[in-house]
């Protein structure tokens, strides 16, 4: 089978968040294009064996990633999702009644996790210039608090704390508190503001970074994510490893993406530049959009997400009436502005 007999419907290098006849799915901060061809003929390969279990516990594939980003197996947990891995760091080096601090708004899986695992989740709120305050959630730290989240870019908006800023903070929190680097979307950040999180995990044992296939990588529907730190603090996140719990396509699937890494910074350059394209059109509008790193916007407004919503477009809305919103398709871009465009 190749890979074009899956969908012969879907050209693969064209985006898709148009939900037939339903407006745009804009809501979930996904990749707009399918997986790429030779990642889908991978996965067509592993299918063919789908009756057999993958590994008991996974050590392939931290492999593969540690090969990749440069450390040893060892430091590299894996699991279902960024989500998967967070809840399992929780799991890990949680007790019932701590706290995990993050700032507000955010990813939404944090506060839900939280409550799943049973601990209290303190929400730090954004600084005036809209950016995670790294300095006010350092001094939050209690004997009570054993895990504090800083993600980069931050979800919703898409900003990003400055090297020295994180490093300062790393610095201030004690080394019994896990800090989770949340780079969820780290592979749409330029190069001028990219930082060495290798090296920061080499000075800080208690940080884990925390990463995905879901995004840059196109590969949300098959739940892969990882993250890496010291290997004596991912081997107790690894303690809670699900048997089985990660699939056999994930492993052919990250190889062949890995392979494919020119195509796929084409098409986060596309996202991207699409990303440019729209915040400035917005601006020109009038609409409050801050500069994002990531493969989203966020659109500052008290009608913005009623807007957009009302136009068929599906968004992540905020209580405010703002709005997150998945770039790097086109038609949704024209959607996008169009809709807003009206009184
Ligand atoms: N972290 C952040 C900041 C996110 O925005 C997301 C998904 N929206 C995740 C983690 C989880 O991603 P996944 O579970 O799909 O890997």
């Not at 080096?93 to 708004?105: D, L, N, Q, S, T």
């Not at 955010?106 to 409550?115: K, T």
Request: glycine content about 6%.
């Amino acid at each position: 089978m190749t890979a074009e007999m899956l969908d012969p419907t879907i050209p693969f290098d064209a985006t898709h968040t148009a939900l037939p006849g339903r407006g745009f799915e804009l809501g979930l901060s996904e990749n707009p294009f399918p997986p790429l061809p030779s990642v889908l003929k991978a996965l067509n390969n592993v299918m063919a064996h789908a009756n057999r279990y993958p590994e008991f516990l996974p050590e392939r594939l931290p492999r593969v990633i540690a090969n990749r980003i440069g450390v040893m197996p060892d430091q590299v947990v894996v699991g279902s999702g960024a989500t998967g891995v967070a809840m399992q760091i929780m799991q890990a080096v949680m007790k019932a009644g701590e706290r995990i601090v993050f700032a507000m708004p955010n990813f939404d899986g944090y506060p839900i996790m939280a409550s799943i695992v049973g601990v209290r989740a303190t929400p730090v709120p954004m600084d005036t210039a809209g950016r995670q305050d790294l300095r006010r959630m350092a001094l939050t730290v209690d004997r009570k608090t054993s895990v504090m989240v800083v993600c980069r870019p931050h979800n919703p908006t898409g900003t990003l704390v400055t090297a020295t800023e994180l490093e300062q903070f790393l610095n201030a929190i004690p080394r019994r508190v896990v800090v989770i680097l949340d780079e969820a979307y780290v592979e749409f950040v330029n190069d001028a503001n990219a930082i060495d999180a290798r090296a920061l995990v080499e000075r800080h044992p208690n940080l884990l970074v925390l990463r995905t296939f879901s995004k840059a990588h196109g590969l949300a529907g098959l739940r892969i994510g990882y993250a890496f730190g010291s290997h004596e603090l991912v081997e107790r996140v690894r303690r809670w490893q699900l048997p089985f719990g990660v699939n056999s396509a994930a492993v052919a699937a990250v190889t062949a993406s890995y392979a494919a890494e020119h195509e796929l910074q084409d098409r986060v350059a596309r996202i991207t530049s699409e990303r440019e394209y729209l915040r400035n059109a917005l601006l020109r509008m009038g609409v409050r959009v801050p500069r994002s790193f990531a493969n989203f916007l966020y659109l500052k407004g008290p009608d913005i997400a009623p807007k957009l919503t009302r136009a068929g477009i599906t968004v992540k809305a905020y209580p405010d009436g703002s709005a997150r919103i998945a770039v790097g398709d086109p038609a949704a871009s024209r959607a996008v502005l169009e809709a807003l465009s009206h009184a």
